[in-house]
């Protein structure tokens, strides 16, 4: 039955059993199952015949699987080389989908960007994973046209969070330079194998929508990362020490970007950080 469908929770199983595999908790290996979320999926990354998907964490291949079925090519990347023989027999037929064995954090992203023409992510990965990858993304990409993962639901309500909120954070205000973020469905533990301790929530990245341009890109990474320097400081105080300048220097810059001094940076939207980072920028300091 090599070329069996392979989506139901079942057949994995039996497939994972006879290969030997062991579930590695250092990889944060949960694996989906359900056909019906499988292909919700693959409607919430927007895939359709001309699109090009990137995806991080093949597993045992259910998601892979679906997004073949409706993408021009897959290229997924898995870290775990035990998977060789499973994933052989569950993406047999898959001729579109490629599989690469490394770790994604190892890659270059510019030189896959230029192999891969425009694409979109879609990921399911571990936790302590999802987090860095969403903000290199937002960073570095050039020809990512969005991200749909799965991620914790508190790490959701951090990346649409609104300023002033304990959830806003320089994940948020990067995210937002670069698109709309929304939650497209919560995800109950009971739909993974093994269950995880957590709910989780795929959330949609859209790089097309929204969004806003500034100068250098460094300037923003940067006066982001100032503004969050230490939460409880004034943003006058982390542009200080930051940057190095005095408080005369740090004020006289505030008063430029029309900011009221004394206020924190975790208050200021994104494209208010984008406006300073401009500021900072023009002015040489950073
Ligand atoms: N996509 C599959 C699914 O939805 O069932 C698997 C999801 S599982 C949560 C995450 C997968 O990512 C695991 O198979 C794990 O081995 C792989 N993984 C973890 N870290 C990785 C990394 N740095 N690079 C590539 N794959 C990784």
């Known amino acids: 039955m090599r070329n069996a469908p392979f989506y139901h929770g079942e057949k994995m199983e039996e497939v994972l059993k006879k290969h030997g595999f062991v579930f590695k908790k250092r990889y944060g290996q949960n694996f989906l199952t359900d056909p019906n979320l499988l292909r919700a999926i693959v409607s919430d990354a927007g895939v359709t015949k001309e699109t090009t998907v990137l995806e991080i964490g093949t597993g045992a291949g259910a998601l892979t699987r679906a997004l073949s079925e409706r993408a021009a090519r897959v290229v ?84 649409g969070a609104k300023e002033g909120t304990a959830d806003y954070g320089a994940i948020t205000a990067a995210v937002a330079r670069r698109g709309i973020c929304e939650i497209t469905r919560k995800v109950s533990g009971t739909m ?28 923003f990474r940067e006066t982001v990362r100032c503004a969050f320097l230490s939460r409880r400081k004034t943003l006058e105080n982390n542009l200080m020490g930051a940057f190095h300048l005095s408080r005369g220097r740090a004020g006289e810059l505030l008063e430029k970007a029309g900011i009221a001094s004394g206020i924190r940076g975790e208050t200021l939207s994104p494209r208010a950080l984008g406006a300073l980072s401009d500021l900072l920028f023009r002015e040489g300091i950073v």
């Open 76 to 159: 997924s990347y898995e870290i775990d080389k035990s998977l060789k023989p499973v994933l052989a027999e569950t993406l047999s037929g898959c001729d579109n989908t490629e599989v690469v064995f490394r770790d994604f954090a190892g890659e270059d992203l510019a030189a896959l960007e230029r192999e891969l023409g425009a694409y979109t992510v879609v990921a399911n990965l571990p936790y302590y994973v999802t987090t860095p990858l969403i903000l290199r993304f937002a960073e570095e990409s050039k020809t990512c046209t969005g991200l749909t993962v799965m991620v914790q639901e508190e790490v959701a309500l951090r990346l």
């Open 192 to 219: 993974f194998t093994p269950r995880p301790n957590v709910d989780s929530a795929v959330v949609r990245i859209d790089f097309s929508r929204g969004g806003f341009p500034v100068e250098s890109e460094k300037a």
